[in-house]
């Protein structure tokens, strides 16, 4: 029995070991709990043996505790300085991208300013083109009005001349008909003449009275027919070569009925003459006044035709300034329709861009960019800017590299330029050949051939004014910098 509870009162051999700073502690404890002499004495208390070996076993199991204890917390300590580093890490990448975004944000708010001012401008230059408008405009009616009144004068004027015109073809028409009838009553009057010369051989004194007066009445006749031009004379001209056709017709039954009424036949010839003499002058006054009323109506025609000429030259001058008006008042439409459309883009750019900036992008030379802060492949970061509407950025001038050095800082970054297809011959992901570049010193080197993708903001080049390239591993993960046009706004 005793045997039993010194081997149970025994401690082993205990070993632990742990890892701090890559060193191994060994840590051994041996106890005796009891001595088989002691508990082999006669006269011991079993009592008090037993409260020393439990007092022992205690002591083995908290010795046990504390060293599992060290353990966890040397394991925690490492784990907490792992996570002390990663937050500092992090700490530095948002420091970074606090002063980006604050960059950018300063970006927009200059920009910004910049719109606003061009838009008050063009506000201002709106508001002056629509006093013009309605300035013009209400030329354009005071021309209108004129043009008018001038359109109803230049009507009247067209009306009285076509009323003149009938007028004068109506007086052609009737000297045309009395000119006829003059000439059947000269052929009347020339076979009278004939028959009466017939009878007048029978009395050669007779015959050389009628002569004379036949002479006498051919001047009166041929003077009559020079003063009948006018065509107003013609109708007394006919009614007196009525007249004359009937005394000669009375005259030539005198004739046959009895020869010795020659005499009194003598006597009606003479007063006959007599009336021509006087139907003459009065002919003559007839012509003279419708020479003057022909003058007067011949100057009035003439000042008719000057005024119509000079109402058709003031109606093309109003019509050459009515078109002037007219494209100018397009012109003028136009361009405040361009205007408009100005400042919608404007305004729609302006709503975009501040959409842009909340999201993070940054706006340079109508094209907005972005900065992933997760680092992946060429081909991941080129998927995260593509679900973005975006692509990896294609730098074409030293500004655009400028722009993103000072933006973006110097952290190595993918850019969209790539020679997979075919070593050497670097593309950008639109597929354009590479014209602008600013690779660093023995860059392009396609290292140990596995260097196929561009990045910029090489660190290899700190003392660089601009960030420069170098090719990269394709596979290698860095940030992405993404680029999306706006020229569609």
């Not at 109708?235 to 009375?250: A, C, F, M, R, V």
């Not at 501040?354 to 992933?372: A, I, M």
């Not at 660190?459 to 170098?470: L, N, P, Y």
């Not at 993404?482 to 020229?487: A, R």
Request: aromatic residues 8%; contains cysteine; negative net charge.
């Amino acid at each position: 029995m005793e045997m039993n509870e010194y081997k149970r009162a025994k401690s082993s051999i205990r070993y632990e070991k742990f890892d701090s700073d890559n060193s191994d502690y060994i840590w051994e404890n041996n106890r005796t709990t009891a001595s088989y002499q002691e508990l082999k004495s006669p006269g011991r208390d079993t009592a008090g043996s037993r409260y020393y070996r439990l007092a022992a076993v205690c002591l083995g199991i908290l010795c046990v505790l504390l060293l599992t204890a060290i353990t966890v917390m040397c394991v925690k300590f490492k784990h907490l300085a792992t996570q002390r580093d990663q937050r500092q890490q992090s700490y530095n990448n948002l420091t970074v991208e606090k002063e980006g975004l604050q960059t950018t944000h300063e970006n927009l708010a200059r920009e910004k300013d910049v719109l606003q001012t061009s838009y008050n401008k063009l506000s201002t230059d709106r508001d002056q083109l629509q006093t013009s408008y309605n300035s013009m405009k209400t030329e354009r009616d005071q021309l209108k009005k004129e043009k008018d009144g001038l359109a109803i004068e230049r009507d009247q004027l067209q009306t009285k001349n076509t009323n003149l015109t009938v007028e004068r073809d109506q007086l052609q028409t009737r000297y045309t008909n009395l000119t006829i009838e003059r000439d059947q009553l000269q052929t009347s009057y020339t076979n009278l003449t004939m028959e009466r010369d017939q009878l007048q051989t029978k009395n050669t004194n007779l015959t050389i009275e009628r002569d004379q007066l036949q002479t006498s009445y051919t001047n009166l006749t041929i003077e009559k027919d020079q003063l009948q031009t006018s065509y107003t004379n013609l109708t007394i001209e006919k009614d007196q070569l009525q007249t004359s056709y009937s005394n000669l017709t009375i005259e030539r039954d005198q004739l046959q009925t009895k020869n010795t009424n020659l005499t009194i036949e003598r006597d009606q010839l003479q007063t006959s003459y007599t009336n021509l003499t006087i139907e003459r002058d009065q002919l003559q006054t007839s012509y003279t006044n419708m020479t003057i009323e022909r003058d007067q109506l011949q100057t009035k025609n003439t000042n008719l035709t000057i005024e119509r000429d000079q109402l058709q030259t003031s109606y093309t001058i109003l019509a050459i300034e009515r078109d002037q008006l007219q494209t100018s008042y397009s012109n003028v439409t136009n361009e405040k329709d361009q205007l408009k459309n100005e400042k919608d883009g404007l305004q729609n750019m302006l709503t975009v861009l501040e959409t842009y900036n909340q999201q993070g992008w940054v706006y340079f030379g109508n094209k907005v960019y972005f900065f992933s802060t997760e680092k992946k492949s060429w081909s991941e970061g080129r998927q995260f800017c593509t679900e973005r509407g975006a692509d990896l950025l294609i730098i074409n001038s030293r500004e655009e590299q400028e722009f993103i050095t000072k933006a973006f800082g110097s952290s190595e970054a993918w850019i969209g330029l790539t020679d997979t297809e075919k070593e050497g011959v670097w593309k950008w992901v639109d597929n354009s050949g590479l014209t602008t570049a600013f690779w660093w010193t023995g860059e392009p080197n396609d290292y140990d051939r596995n260097e196929d993708c561009a990045i910029t903001g090489y660190k290899g080049a700190v003392s660089e004014r601009v960030s420069t390239w170098a090719d990269y591993p394709c596979d290698h993960p860095v940030v992405g910098l993404c680029e999306k046009s706006l020229t569609e706004f």
